[in-house]
């Protein structure tokens, strides 16, 4: 609706900001470390330590998957701490080593 409460402070809003000074290159003083920008090294070295900790391991033969556990047995499991779905894995291997993948069916 033109003229509403709403347009006015939508066009004040996009005066303001082509009126704004233009946007300058920041530049460090070398007196505070904490606000020395970092170097293209140091970001590329930032970004490669946190890729190593995404995702599964290199070689990796595990599949994610959704599976639906009754709530005492996932309590049970979670109670021991982290490391509970290796936990739960060792549980299912164990039963198909004594029953067989013949046993599955």
Known sequence: ?????????????????????????????????????????ELAGAVNAWRKKRGRPIGSDKTSTTLRLDNDVLDA???????????INAALREWLERHGADGMR
């Open 77 to 87: 499991f979670k109670a021991d701490g982290s490391g509970w779905q290796t936990r």
């Open 1 to 41: 609706m033109p003229g509403s409460k709403t347009m006015l402070t939508r066009d004040a809003i996009v005066a303001a900001g082509k009126k704004a000074p233009p946007q300058t290159h920041f530049v460090w003083d070398g007196q505070d470390e904490d606000d020395r920008p970092a170097t293209a090294e």
